[in-house]
């Protein structure tokens, strides 16, 4: 097409047709303009394919792992209410001062003192962040969902540190002070290995006076009474007030990478 145009500019000159040759001249220019511009658009074009490509490639990642946060989610909410159930367990057993049935107090005690923490799986997160793509993600409502769930999460791991260090200060060293290990599981009448695992009736019984007696003094410390209700109130405000919203916020976005994707479709 240009070597056309070319050909006409060289026959009007040669015609001394000025204003022609001038009408002629301005259109080749004004065709090249468009061709650069055409170029510019597939350039742009296929530049954003490239990107949306790479896009598409974070969201169905950040799908995945935002899937398996949730089911996390809902096993730790059902981990740490049953938490609040034995610390709440162990409060009425020392009210009513019973210590009959000690080795179910033991095993209350430790369904509340196993410590449980709940990691988000957010490797794809990080990797936007890390590497500045995170402005690839065309939609404001994703980023933004994505940067308040880990501002939540962060707000969870502090409130757990400090839950984890009034578990120390008011249970683990309480219960630490009351009991004698060595005294427990006395070395001098186990015989055998399978004795530790399976004591014998004697062993058993011992153990059992030594528990009781544990658990009497506990069950008058005070100490140890307010971590069970700190226990207690710290797991349902971790449920109620953080995991119930991470949950929330996890849901919507899943909701939200659903329909991006199928925009592409």
């Known amino acids: 097409m240009i070597k056309i145009f070319r050909n006409i500019r060289k026959k009007l000159a040669a015609e001394n047709k000025v204003a022609s040759y001038l009408r002629y001249a301005v259109g080749e220019v004004v065709l090249v303009v468009v061709g650069i511009l055409i170029a510019l658009q ?116 502090s409130d757990r540190e400090h839950m984890r260090r009034e578990y120390k200060n008011y249970l683990y060293d309480e219960r630490v002070k009351q009991i004698n290990f060595l005294d427990v599981n006395d070395p001098s009448k186990v015989k055998t290995v399978l004795d530790w695992f399976y004591p014998r009736a004697e062993i058993v019984a011992e153990n059992k006076i030594k528990l009781q007696r544990n658990f009497k003094r506990l069950f008058n410390n005070t100490t140890f009474l307010n971590g069970l209700a700190l226990a207690a109130g710290n797991n349902l405000w971790i449920v109620e007030e953080e995991y119930n919203r991470m949950l929330n916020d996890i849901n919507k976005l899943v909701e939200l990478i659903e329909l991006d994707l199928k925009s592409d479709e």
Do not use: C, M
């Not at 033991?106 to 369904?111: K, Q, V």
């Not at 890390?130 to 969902?145: A, F, P, T």
């Open 42 to 157: 597939i350039n742009t074009w296929n530049e954003n394919r490239k990107e949306r490509a790479i896009e598409i490639k974070y969201l169905k990642n950040l799908q995945h792992e935002l899937k398996q946060d949730s089911i996390d989610i809902v096993r730790y909410k059902a981990i740490r209410l049953g938490i609040l159930n034995a610390a709440q367990e162990l409060l009425n057993n020392a009210k009513l001062h019973q210590i009959d049935d000690v080795y179910k107090l033991d095993s209350l005690y430790i369904s509340v003192a196993i410590w449980y923490e709940f990691v988000p799986n957010n490797n794809t997160f990080e990797e936007l962040i890390s590497s500045g793509n995170l402005q690839l993600l065309k939609n404001d409502s994703i980023k933004n969902l994505l940067l308040d769930l880990n501002q939540k999460n962060e707000q969870l791991v």
